[in-house]
Each structure stands twice: as C-alpha cells, then as structure tokens.
C-alpha cells in the first residue's frame, strides 16, 4: 500500500499566502492526495478550518514551519507551536511533544537554510525534506538528498504551497500502513514530485505587495499616518 502525502502546505494563517483553509482541503482531493500536513508560520492557527473542511478520506497532519535560529524546521503531528529558538531547542520541543521534527528546505541559500552544527542536527532531527518544488535551484534539493543518505536519515517532500495550484507538486510516498509519523521513523518514506516552481515565487512577492499595499492605503484613509 502505498500513499501520498504533501508535508508542507501553508494557508491564509501565514503572511506569504491566500489561501483559505476551504481552497486548501479542495486543492488537495484534486492531486489526488491521501493527506496533507498544514505547515503555516509559527502558528497551528488553521489546522482546525482544514479538518473541517477535508473530506473524511483526507489526512489532515497538525503541523508547523518553526523559524529558527537558521533555517525552517517542519514540526509534524504537534498539538502546539514550539518557540522561536535555535534549531536543537526547536527538535527538543517537538519531541517533547511526540512530534515528527524535520528539516526544511535545509540548504535553499535564497532562503533561510542551515550552515552551522550540521552533524548534531543530524543526530537529533528525525527527517530531511529532500524535494521542495519551490526549491529554483536543483542543487539546494540535491544536496538536502544527500545530507539525508550521507546520515540514514528518511527523505521526505512537500509542495511548500502558498496557493492552490501548488499543492501536490512535490510529496511524501508512505508505504505500508499506520502514521505518518511510524513510517518516517520507520523509513517507510520516499520524497516525489518536481522542484524549481519560480512561478511560485513570483506570485507570493506579489501577494505580499497587495497585503502591503492595502495596509499603507488602510492607514492612510484611517488618519494613521502622520
């Protein structure tokens, strides 16, 4: 048995996407997905709309994208958003949680990524997100892959959507049954799916242009404004 999973969709809870938790649930039944984890900045916020609004056959996987000290961490199958910290503190408290702690997009340099203390995060994180479709260049996703076998560490993938068209451009193959969070520590996990979505990109700066936008016009008409 073998299904789909995409471990890291973002919503409207995050600055840099759209999308409600309605269009997030739809997006996923139309990749034929068998679950998604809701990965939103620092926050579980949404986790709750996106289950309502699933259809009972779609996995909905309580998550967060951390903001560490360095780069992202993927905290899975958590019922609280573990705090700002450094990345060893952040694992702690993902575990502490019975959580799933992965890597993510961990040496994306156009992002924030990972450079430091390298080997003990090996030692302490569970996974490694080795496919991110808005990854743009095919390097940062390689070298993710290789740190993961370089450690025998699972290698998982997900879309890193901000808008629906996004969702299930990369993913996660569990095979067997039982969690998500059995089968990465257990290795039954495979990244899929395509990276360098610039596209992607591009529509998020818009995005946040408009949000922009709109505040300083609020702000403005409200009298905010010196």
Known sequence: MTRRYDLQVHTDASPCSSTPPERVAAAAVEAGLNGIAVTDHDTLANVAAVRDAAPADLEVIAGVEVTTTEGHLLALDVTEAPPRADPLTVIDRIHEQGGVAVLSHPFDALRQCYETDLEALADAVDGVEAVNSRCVRRRFN?????????HDLPATGGSDAHFPMEVGRAYTRVEGTGSLADAVHEGRVRPGGRGRYLSGH??????????????????????RFP
Do not use: D, M, N, W
Not at 202 to 223: D, E, I, N, P
């Open 142 to 150: 390689e070298r993710a892959a290789s740190f993961a076998a370089a």
């Open 202 to 223: 591009v529509a998020t700066k818009l995005h946040q242009f408009r949000t922009a936008s709109g505040r300083a016009v609020g702000a403005l008409t409200s009298g």
